[in-house]
Protein backbone atom coordinates (compact mmCIF):
# COMPACT_ATOMS: atom_id res chain seq x y z
CA UNK A 1 0.00 0.00 0.00
CA UNK A 2 1.21 3.21 -1.21
CA UNK A 3 1.93 5.90 2.04
CA UNK A 4 -0.31 9.31 2.38
CA UNK A 5 1.13 12.22 3.95
CA UNK A 6 -1.35 11.34 7.07
CA UNK A 7 0.94 8.07 7.67
CA UNK A 8 3.58 10.82 7.65
CA UNK A 9 2.02 12.85 10.56
CA UNK A 10 1.21 10.27 12.86
CA UNK A 11 4.72 9.31 12.79
CA UNK A 12 5.98 12.12 13.70
CA UNK A 13 3.62 12.80 16.26
CA UNK A 14 4.26 9.38 17.91
CA UNK A 15 8.53 9.49 17.49
CA UNK A 16 9.03 11.21 20.61
CA UNK A 17 6.81 8.99 22.67
CA UNK A 18 8.72 6.62 21.47
CA UNK A 19 12.66 7.54 21.57
CA UNK A 20 11.31 8.55 25.65
CA UNK A 21 11.09 5.14 26.60
CA UNK A 22 14.84 4.45 25.36
CA UNK A 23 18.11 5.11 27.14
CA UNK A 24 16.33 3.73 30.76
CA UNK A 25 18.03 0.62 31.61
CA UNK A 26 21.48 2.13 33.04
CA UNK A 27 23.56 -0.36 34.66
CA UNK A 28 22.10 -1.86 37.95
CA UNK A 29 25.95 -0.83 39.65
CA UNK A 30 25.20 2.76 38.66
CA UNK A 31 21.33 2.89 40.39
CA UNK A 32 22.29 0.65 43.67
CA UNK A 33 25.49 2.35 44.83
CA UNK A 34 24.86 5.95 43.07
CA UNK A 35 28.35 6.04 42.15
CA UNK A 36 29.22 4.40 38.76
CA UNK A 37 32.83 4.73 38.67
CA UNK A 38 33.56 2.65 41.89
CA UNK A 39 35.63 -0.86 41.51
CA UNK A 40 32.97 -3.04 43.12
CA UNK A 41 30.35 -1.41 40.59
CA UNK A 42 32.43 -1.67 37.56
CA UNK A 43 33.55 -5.54 38.12
CA UNK A 44 29.43 -5.57 38.96
CA UNK A 45 28.83 -4.51 35.09
CA UNK A 46 31.56 -5.75 33.26
CA UNK A 47 31.46 -9.30 32.23
CA UNK A 48 35.24 -9.67 30.67
CA UNK A 49 36.69 -10.49 34.21
CA UNK A 50 37.39 -13.96 34.18
CA UNK A 51 36.15 -15.16 37.10
CA UNK A 52 32.86 -13.80 36.34
CA UNK A 53 32.50 -14.64 32.55
CA UNK A 54 34.38 -18.14 32.14
CA UNK A 55 32.39 -20.40 30.30
CA UNK A 56 33.90 -23.05 31.70
CA UNK A 57 33.60 -22.22 35.61
CA UNK A 58 31.22 -23.82 37.46
CA UNK A 59 28.72 -21.26 38.91
CA UNK A 60 26.98 -21.84 41.96
CA UNK A 61 23.52 -22.72 42.34
CA UNK A 62 20.71 -20.74 44.38
CA UNK A 63 17.64 -22.58 45.09
CA UNK A 64 14.19 -21.10 44.80
CA UNK A 65 13.38 -21.63 48.15
CA UNK A 66 16.26 -19.81 49.36
CA UNK A 67 16.29 -16.58 47.00
CA UNK A 68 14.01 -14.52 48.84
CA UNK A 69 16.84 -14.42 51.84
CA UNK A 70 18.92 -13.09 49.54
CA UNK A 71 17.38 -9.57 49.15
CA UNK A 72 16.60 -9.28 53.04
CA UNK A 73 20.52 -9.97 54.42
CA UNK A 74 23.01 -10.44 51.82
CA UNK A 75 25.33 -7.36 51.87
CA UNK A 76 24.13 -5.99 54.66
CA UNK A 77 28.24 -5.01 55.48
CA UNK A 78 29.03 -3.98 51.75
CA UNK A 79 30.34 -0.61 51.55
CA UNK A 80 29.01 -0.02 48.32
CA UNK A 81 25.08 -2.24 48.11
CA UNK A 82 24.54 -2.27 52.16
CA UNK A 83 22.38 0.76 54.01
CA UNK A 84 22.75 3.87 53.02
CA UNK A 85 22.92 5.61 55.88
CA UNK A 86 25.62 3.43 57.52
CA UNK A 87 27.67 3.51 54.34
CA UNK A 88 27.14 7.65 54.56
CA UNK A 89 27.99 8.03 58.52
CA UNK A 90 30.96 5.27 57.91
CA UNK A 91 32.27 7.62 55.12
CA UNK A 92 31.99 10.64 57.32
CA UNK A 93 34.39 8.46 59.87
CA UNK A 94 36.41 8.32 57.28
CA UNK A 95 37.01 11.78 56.37
CA UNK A 96 38.36 12.46 59.83
CA UNK A 97 41.11 9.87 60.18
CA UNK A 98 44.48 9.72 60.16
CA UNK A 99 45.96 6.74 57.87
CA UNK A 100 47.56 5.28 61.44
CA UNK A 101 44.07 5.46 62.36
CA UNK A 102 43.12 3.57 59.34
CA UNK A 103 45.28 0.92 59.43
CA UNK A 104 44.97 -0.15 62.72
CA UNK A 105 41.18 -0.41 62.56
CA UNK A 106 42.04 -3.25 59.82
CA UNK A 107 44.21 -5.00 62.84
CA UNK A 108 41.57 -7.83 64.88
CA UNK A 109 44.54 -8.70 67.27
CA UNK A 110 45.09 -11.10 70.39
CA UNK A 111 44.75 -9.49 73.25
CA UNK A 112 48.15 -8.21 75.43
CA UNK A 113 46.48 -7.87 78.44
CA UNK A 114 48.75 -6.21 80.37
CA UNK A 115 49.39 -2.97 77.99
CA UNK A 116 45.84 -3.13 76.70
CA UNK A 117 45.20 0.42 77.20
CA UNK A 118 48.44 1.49 75.81
CA UNK A 119 48.34 -0.84 72.49
CA UNK A 120 44.88 1.12 71.76
CA UNK A 121 46.45 4.39 72.35
CA UNK A 122 49.41 3.86 70.04
CA UNK A 123 48.30 1.79 67.53
CA UNK A 124 44.36 2.39 67.03
CA UNK A 125 43.09 -1.28 66.88
CA UNK A 126 40.10 -2.09 64.87
CA UNK A 127 39.23 -4.31 67.84
CA UNK A 128 40.66 -7.53 70.72
CA UNK A 129 40.27 -11.70 70.55
CA UNK A 130 40.06 -12.99 73.59
CA UNK A 131 41.14 -16.23 74.73
CA UNK A 132 41.42 -19.12 77.29
CA UNK A 133 44.08 -17.25 79.43
CA UNK A 134 42.57 -14.02 79.71
CA UNK A 135 39.43 -15.47 81.33
CA UNK A 136 41.41 -17.50 83.18
CA UNK A 137 41.26 -16.62 87.37
CA UNK A 138 39.07 -13.85 86.35
CA UNK A 139 35.42 -13.14 87.46
CA UNK A 140 32.49 -11.70 85.34
CA UNK A 141 32.34 -8.50 86.70
CA UNK A 142 36.22 -8.28 85.93
CA UNK A 143 35.84 -8.88 82.41
CA UNK A 144 33.35 -6.54 81.89
CA UNK A 145 35.13 -3.89 83.88
CA UNK A 146 38.05 -4.63 81.59
CA UNK A 147 36.01 -4.17 78.32
CA UNK A 148 34.68 -1.34 79.52
CA UNK A 149 37.96 0.26 80.06
CA UNK A 150 39.00 -0.56 76.89
CA UNK A 151 36.31 0.74 74.71
CA UNK A 152 36.37 3.70 76.94
CA UNK A 153 40.14 4.10 75.71
CA UNK A 154 39.05 4.14 72.17
CA UNK A 155 38.28 6.88 69.97
CA UNK A 156 36.29 4.55 68.14
CA UNK A 157 34.51 1.45 69.52
CA UNK A 158 36.38 -2.11 69.59
CA UNK A 159 35.13 -5.58 67.79
CA UNK A 160 35.39 -7.42 71.21
CA UNK A 161 35.87 -10.96 69.69
CA UNK A 162 36.22 -14.58 71.33
CA UNK A 163 35.99 -18.11 69.74
CA UNK A 164 32.95 -19.67 71.62
CA UNK A 165 32.14 -22.28 68.84
CA UNK A 166 31.22 -25.05 71.99
CA UNK A 167 32.64 -28.62 72.13
CA UNK A 168 36.58 -28.51 71.70
CA UNK A 169 36.93 -24.71 71.37
CA UNK A 170 35.23 -22.92 74.64
CA UNK A 171 37.36 -19.91 75.75
CA UNK A 172 34.74 -18.68 78.26
CA UNK A 173 32.61 -21.24 79.23
CA UNK A 174 35.49 -23.42 80.13
CA UNK A 175 35.17 -21.83 83.66
CA UNK A 176 32.88 -22.30 86.55
CA UNK A 177 33.15 -18.59 87.52
CA UNK A 178 31.24 -18.02 84.10
CA UNK A 179 29.26 -21.36 83.05
CA UNK A 180 28.50 -23.95 85.22
CA UNK A 181 29.07 -25.81 82.12
CA UNK A 182 31.25 -25.88 78.75
CA UNK A 183 28.37 -25.13 75.96
CA UNK A 184 28.48 -28.39 73.54
CA UNK A 185 29.83 -29.48 70.62
CA UNK A 186 26.92 -28.38 67.65
CA UNK A 187 27.46 -32.22 66.79
CA UNK A 188 26.21 -33.28 70.20
CA UNK A 189 23.50 -30.92 70.40
CA UNK A 190 22.10 -31.76 67.18
CA UNK A 191 22.05 -35.31 68.38
CA UNK A 192 20.40 -34.13 71.91
CA UNK A 193 17.83 -31.95 69.78
CA UNK A 194 18.06 -31.11 66.09
CA UNK A 195 17.90 -27.82 64.83
CA UNK A 196 15.75 -26.69 67.90
CA UNK A 197 18.53 -27.22 70.25
CA UNK A 198 21.17 -25.24 68.03
CA UNK A 199 18.90 -22.54 67.65
CA UNK A 200 18.93 -22.08 71.54
CA UNK A 201 22.25 -22.82 72.51
CA UNK A 202 23.17 -19.89 69.85
CA UNK A 203 20.43 -17.29 71.70
CA UNK A 204 21.57 -17.95 75.18
CA UNK A 205 25.49 -18.17 73.65
CA UNK A 206 24.94 -14.48 71.98
CA UNK A 207 23.34 -13.46 75.36
CA UNK A 208 26.39 -15.08 77.47
CA UNK A 209 28.87 -13.38 75.35
CA UNK A 210 26.66 -9.78 75.15
CA UNK A 211 26.90 -10.08 78.69
CA UNK A 212 30.25 -9.47 79.25
CA UNK A 213 30.79 -6.80 76.66
CA UNK A 214 31.84 -9.58 73.82
CA UNK A 215 30.25 -8.64 70.40
CA UNK A 216 31.90 -10.87 68.03
CA UNK A 217 31.77 -14.20 68.22
CA UNK A 218 33.99 -16.39 65.64
CA UNK A 219 31.40 -18.39 64.58
CA UNK A 220 30.28 -20.72 63.08
CA UNK A 221 32.44 -23.54 61.46
CA UNK A 222 31.33 -23.80 57.96
CA UNK A 223 34.03 -26.74 57.30
CA UNK A 224 32.99 -30.22 56.23
CA UNK A 225 33.75 -32.80 57.66
CA UNK A 226 32.13 -36.36 58.52
CA UNK A 227 35.39 -38.33 59.40
CA UNK A 228 36.14 -38.68 62.69
CA UNK A 229 39.78 -38.50 61.74
CA UNK A 230 40.08 -34.83 60.62
CA UNK A 231 41.60 -32.71 62.41
CA UNK A 232 38.73 -30.19 62.14
CA UNK A 233 35.89 -32.85 62.38
CA UNK A 234 34.54 -32.29 66.23
CA UNK A 235 35.05 -28.44 65.59
CA UNK A 236 32.67 -28.75 62.52
CA UNK A 237 28.72 -29.96 62.46
CA UNK A 238 30.14 -33.31 61.58
CA UNK A 239 27.42 -34.00 58.21
CA UNK A 240 27.31 -33.29 54.61
CA UNK A 241 26.87 -30.06 52.42
CA UNK A 242 23.57 -29.55 52.90
CA UNK A 243 23.02 -30.38 56.47
CA UNK A 244 26.00 -28.20 57.09
CA UNK A 245 23.98 -25.33 55.18
CA UNK A 246 21.46 -25.52 57.29
CA UNK A 247 23.45 -25.48 60.89
CA UNK A 248 25.55 -22.33 59.39
CA UNK A 249 22.03 -20.56 58.37
CA UNK A 250 19.92 -21.39 61.65
CA UNK A 251 23.63 -20.37 63.64
CA UNK A 252 23.79 -16.93 61.84
CA UNK A 253 20.17 -15.80 61.28
CA UNK A 254 19.86 -16.14 65.24
CA UNK A 255 23.35 -14.32 65.94
CA UNK A 256 21.96 -11.60 63.39
CA UNK A 257 18.74 -11.58 65.91
CA UNK A 258 21.01 -11.27 68.90
CA UNK A 259 23.03 -8.15 67.31
CA UNK A 260 26.22 -10.41 67.81
CA UNK A 261 28.65 -10.23 64.76
CA UNK A 262 29.27 -13.76 63.22
CA UNK A 263 32.36 -14.95 61.40
CA UNK A 264 32.32 -18.25 58.51
CA UNK A 265 35.35 -20.08 58.90
CA UNK A 266 37.91 -21.69 57.20
CA UNK A 267 36.95 -20.40 53.67
CA UNK A 268 37.48 -22.01 51.21
CA UNK A 269 36.74 -25.22 53.15
CA UNK A 270 39.04 -26.81 55.51
CA UNK A 271 38.07 -30.48 54.32
CA UNK A 272 40.98 -33.29 56.03
CA UNK A 273 43.89 -30.50 56.00
CA UNK A 274 45.83 -30.97 59.11
CA UNK A 275 46.56 -28.28 61.55
CA UNK A 276 47.89 -25.10 59.85
CA UNK A 277 48.91 -23.65 63.85
CA UNK A 278 51.66 -25.70 63.65
CA UNK A 279 52.35 -26.08 59.56
CA UNK A 280 51.19 -25.99 56.39
CA UNK A 281 48.61 -27.81 55.15
CA UNK A 282 48.38 -28.61 51.21
CA UNK A 283 44.58 -29.50 49.87
CA UNK A 284 44.74 -30.97 46.71
CA UNK A 285 40.75 -31.82 45.78
CA UNK A 286 39.65 -30.75 42.46
CA UNK A 287 37.84 -27.44 42.23
CA UNK A 288 34.33 -29.27 41.51
CA UNK A 289 34.34 -30.66 44.98
CA UNK A 290 34.71 -27.36 46.54
CA UNK A 291 31.63 -25.81 44.21
CA UNK A 292 29.46 -28.49 44.64
CA UNK A 293 29.91 -29.25 48.75
CA UNK A 294 32.34 -26.86 50.23
CA UNK A 295 31.37 -24.16 49.18
CA UNK A 296 27.56 -24.29 50.17
CA UNK A 297 27.68 -23.84 53.95
CA UNK A 298 29.41 -20.28 53.28
CA UNK A 299 27.02 -19.62 50.51
CA UNK A 300 24.53 -20.12 53.04
CA UNK A 301 25.70 -18.40 55.37
CA UNK A 302 26.41 -15.29 53.36
CA UNK A 303 22.23 -15.15 52.64
CA UNK A 304 21.71 -15.27 55.88
CA UNK A 305 23.27 -12.15 56.59
CA UNK A 306 26.87 -13.24 57.76
CA UNK A 307 29.13 -10.41 59.29
CA UNK A 308 33.03 -11.55 57.90
CA UNK A 309 34.44 -14.57 56.57
CA UNK A 310 37.63 -16.07 58.30
CA UNK A 311 40.46 -17.30 55.23
CA UNK A 312 42.55 -20.53 56.00
CA UNK A 313 46.22 -20.74 55.33
CA UNK A 314 45.52 -23.96 53.61
CA UNK A 315 47.51 -24.10 50.46
CA UNK A 316 44.53 -24.85 48.20
CA UNK A 317 46.44 -26.04 44.64
CA UNK A 318 42.82 -25.87 42.62
CA UNK A 319 42.89 -22.17 43.45
CA UNK A 320 46.31 -21.04 43.81
CA UNK A 321 49.08 -23.30 44.24
CA UNK A 322 51.79 -21.16 45.49
CA UNK A 323 49.99 -19.31 48.27
CA UNK A 324 48.26 -19.97 51.34
CA UNK A 325 44.11 -19.12 50.72
CA UNK A 326 44.25 -15.91 53.32
CA UNK A 327 47.39 -14.62 50.99
CA UNK A 328 45.59 -15.73 47.65
CA UNK A 329 43.95 -12.90 45.57
CA UNK A 330 42.11 -15.80 43.55
CA UNK A 331 40.74 -17.44 46.58
CA UNK A 332 39.79 -13.88 47.54
CA UNK A 333 37.87 -13.30 43.93
CA UNK A 334 36.20 -16.31 44.41
CA UNK A 335 34.68 -15.11 47.73
CA UNK A 336 33.34 -11.82 46.91
CA UNK A 337 33.14 -12.40 43.00
CA UNK A 338 31.50 -16.39 42.72
CA UNK A 339 29.93 -16.22 46.07
CA UNK A 340 28.78 -12.55 46.13
CA UNK A 341 30.13 -12.07 49.52
CA UNK A 342 30.46 -8.41 50.44
CA UNK A 343 30.96 -8.05 54.26
CA UNK A 344 34.54 -8.14 56.36
CA UNK A 345 37.11 -10.71 54.93
CA UNK A 346 39.51 -11.33 57.96
CA UNK A 347 42.71 -13.62 58.12
CA UNK A 348 43.61 -16.45 60.53
CA UNK A 349 46.27 -15.60 62.75
CA UNK A 350 49.12 -14.00 60.97
CA UNK A 351 51.76 -15.55 63.75
CA UNK A 352 49.88 -19.39 62.84
CA UNK A 353 52.70 -21.57 61.51
CA UNK A 354 51.30 -22.58 58.47
CA UNK A 355 52.48 -18.33 56.84
CA UNK A 356 55.00 -16.73 59.51
CA UNK A 357 57.96 -18.66 58.60
CA UNK A 358 57.24 -17.32 54.90
CA UNK A 359 57.48 -13.64 55.51
CA UNK A 360 57.84 -11.30 58.20
CA UNK A 361 55.29 -8.78 56.48
CA UNK A 362 52.44 -11.33 55.81
CA UNK A 363 50.36 -8.58 56.93
CA UNK A 364 51.36 -6.57 53.99
CA UNK A 365 50.66 -9.51 51.03
CA UNK A 366 46.84 -10.22 53.24
CA UNK A 367 45.99 -6.55 52.53
CA UNK A 368 47.07 -7.28 48.74
CA UNK A 369 45.02 -10.40 48.57
CA UNK A 370 42.44 -8.83 49.57
CA UNK A 371 41.61 -8.88 53.18
CA UNK A 372 39.98 -6.37 55.04
CA UNK A 373 40.71 -7.00 58.81
CA UNK A 374 44.02 -8.91 59.98
CA UNK A 375 44.16 -11.09 62.70
CA UNK A 376 47.31 -10.84 64.42
CA UNK A 377 49.29 -11.58 67.38
CA UNK A 378 52.40 -9.94 66.32
CA UNK A 379 50.80 -6.39 65.12
CA UNK A 380 53.72 -4.03 66.69
CA UNK A 381 55.54 -5.21 63.94
CA UNK A 382 52.90 -6.10 61.01
CA UNK A 383 51.16 -2.83 61.69
CA UNK A 384 54.33 -0.36 60.94
CA UNK A 385 55.19 -3.01 57.84
CA UNK A 386 51.94 -1.67 56.59
CA UNK A 387 52.40 1.41 56.87
CA UNK A 388 55.62 1.58 55.44
CA UNK A 389 54.42 -0.52 52.42
CA UNK A 390 51.61 2.04 51.95
CA UNK A 391 54.20 4.75 51.90
CA UNK A 392 56.54 2.87 49.65
CA UNK A 393 53.68 2.75 47.50
CA UNK A 394 53.76 -0.98 47.36
CA UNK A 395 49.81 -0.72 48.57
CA UNK A 396 46.89 1.93 48.08
CA UNK A 397 45.85 3.79 50.28
CA UNK A 398 42.26 3.47 48.22
CA UNK A 399 42.22 -0.27 49.12
CA UNK A 400 42.50 0.88 52.52
CA UNK A 401 39.55 3.15 52.63
CA UNK A 402 37.58 0.30 50.83
CA UNK A 403 38.58 -1.89 53.75
CA UNK A 404 37.86 0.69 56.59
CA UNK A 405 34.68 1.69 55.00
CA UNK A 406 33.39 -2.50 55.34
CA UNK A 407 34.75 -2.51 58.80
CA UNK A 408 32.98 0.79 59.90
CA UNK A 409 29.56 -0.50 58.49
CA UNK A 410 30.14 -3.89 60.28
CA UNK A 411 30.71 -1.37 63.65
CA UNK A 412 27.52 0.44 62.90
CA UNK A 413 25.64 -2.38 62.30
CA UNK A 414 26.40 -3.95 65.47
CA UNK A 415 25.77 -0.32 67.80
CA UNK A 416 28.82 0.17 68.32
CA UNK A 417 28.67 3.29 66.65
CA UNK A 418 25.94 5.69 66.89
Not at 282 to 296: G, I, K, P
Not at 364 to 385: E, K, M, S, Y
Request: aromatic fraction near 8%.
Amino acid sequence: MKPNKYMFFFVFLLLPLLLSGCGRHYPDYISQSGSPGTEESKTAANETDDHIADPTEPTIHISTTESSAIEDTAGQTDSSHGSDSYNAKAGELLLSMSLEEKVGQMFFVRLRKASALQDIEKYHLGGYILFGDDFKDETQTGIQDFIKSCQNASSIPLLMGVDEEGGTVCRISKYAAFRSEPFKSPQDLYKQGGFEAIQADTKEKAAFLLGLGINVNLAPVCDISVNPDDFINRRSFGREARETSDYVRTVVREMEKAGIGSTLKHFPGYGSNGDTHTGSAVDTRDYQQFVQSDFLPFEAGIKAGADSVLVSHNIVTSMDEKHPASLSRVVHDKLRESLNFKGVIMTDDLSMDAIKNSTSEAAVLAIDAGNDLLVATDFDVQIPAVLDAINKGTLKEEQIDTSVIRILVWKLKLGLLQ
